[in-house]
């Protein structure tokens, strides 16, 4: 025969399991917000814009051919600004410290939709060496391109600044704190449902016609002997002795 569960079980288990599931999750939230809040380092966020054009001359006019071509090149220009011969030079004007591979590891480059504007970010701890290194990879950028791939229109659009006040975009506490709520409810969840699984015990009558599959007939409930009822009621006399005594 097989072995059914009714939704009327489930929320049994889930009652029964309940203090187990909140403390579980508040566990998660609680180690989520510490972790976010005290051992995880802020990591500040910097960007800049940066128009690549052609190169025009006064009888080349600005046609669809142009922009599509300029379009086409985008994805190279993002190897180039990520490249050692860009950022080797970044690394030198700026003294930071940092190689040319742990400065890309630092800088991405992605490009608007269907546009010529290429965005430069910055993460790092320092949100002023953030922006520098924003900056001044655009500012190579744009006298380097001129030899590499003889493009001398090179606009920067934005440059990056630091803004008081500015929260770091990593970590989030908030969204951490959520995230582990959420973990901490399904963990405790499931974990309420494998100790029902594995609880093997009988406690109930329900409990022995699941088990044995046959109805219960009826039950014998526990009766007290004669000498614990004569324990209880010898003491309850002394118990008012007592307190006749105090009284007089």
Sequence with gaps: MEETISLKELAATLKKRTKLIVLITILAALASGIVSYFVLTPIY???TQVLVNQTKTEQQLYNQDNVQTSLQLISTYNVIMKSPAILEKVSNNLSVGLTAEQLSEKISVSSEQDSQVVNIRVEDQDHHRAAGIANETANVFQ????KIMNVDNVTILAPAEVKEGSAPVKPQPLLN???????GLMAGVGLAFLLEYMDNTIKS???IEKLLELPVLGSVTRIQDDTAIERKRTNLNQ?????GTLGS
Excluded at 143 to 146: G, H, K, L, R, W
Excluded at 177 to 183: E, S
Excluded at 239 to 243: A, G, I, L, P
């Design 143 to 146: 006298e380097e391109v001129i």
């Design 239 to 243: 118990t008012v002795e007592r307190s």
């Design 177 to 183: 704190i959520a995230t582990a709520i959420v973990v």
């Design 205 to 207: 009558e329900q409990d």
């Design 45 to 47: 966020q910097a960007s």
